[in-house]
């Protein structure tokens, strides 16, 4: 994955760290938890102070949460679509082999669709497509985030796709839109599994 990440085509110098290392950051900071960029510096555990996790990437050190930030304002299109591919290609051979299990006699398949509030701060003027909608048991400024993963013996929870809606999005028409990216992201790995 490291050296698929090198050649992403993200339109920004190289001063101490190249583009490619600080989406390697974001990608790390991901499973830790890190809901904010500004938690990569600031959070209870920040990342950017771990060595050991730069190490262990081939990294000389990580950059702060605005370094990452101004790597992911240099992203347009294209690079969100070569990154797309990447992720994908690299979770490609774990759904392989999740879907081929539920190929199994007496498998079941069993998916799980959620839709989550993700606020923003109400002051804020540079959130495209944020709205005021109903989360975490009031009315805030925000997203919707709607995500469809598919449980698996081998791996637990495997997640095929996510999307943002703006905040005032209600779960009913989500639920389609899930359904509709299960089916396209499974591609070929589903064949022979009912839908």
């Known amino acids: 994955m490291l050296a698929r990440l090198a050649h992403v085509p993200i339109a920004q110098k190289t001063v101490l760290r190249a583009p490619h290392e600080k989406l390697v950051e974001l990608l790390l900071g991901l499973p830790t938890g890190t809901e904010y960029l500004t938690d990569l510096s600031e959070g209870a555990a920040p990342m950017v102070k771990d060595a050991e996790v730069a190490a262990a990437w081939k990294l000389s050190h990580l950059a702060d949460a605005s370094g990452v930030s101004r790597a992911l304002w240099a992203c347009d299109e294209q690079v969100a679509q070569v990154l797309e591919s990447l992720l994908d290609a ?91 990216a299960r089916n396209d992201g499974w591609g070929a790995s589903r064949a022979g599994v009912p839908g």
């Open 90 to 180: 690299v979770g490609r051979p774990f759904l392989n082999r999740a879907v081929s299990d539920l190929r199994q006699p007496n498998a079941t398949l069993v998916l799980d669709a959620v839709l989550t509030g993700r606020p923003v701060s109400s002051t804020c003027q540079t959130f495209p497509g944020a709205a005021f909608g109903y989360m975490g048991g009031e009315v805030r400024l925000g997203y919707q985030l709607a995500e469809i993963c598919l449980h698996t013996a081998l791996f637990g929870r495997q997640w095929l796709s996510a999307q943002h809606h703006p905040g005032d999005t209600v779960s009913a028409p989500c639920l389609l839109d899930l359904m509709q």
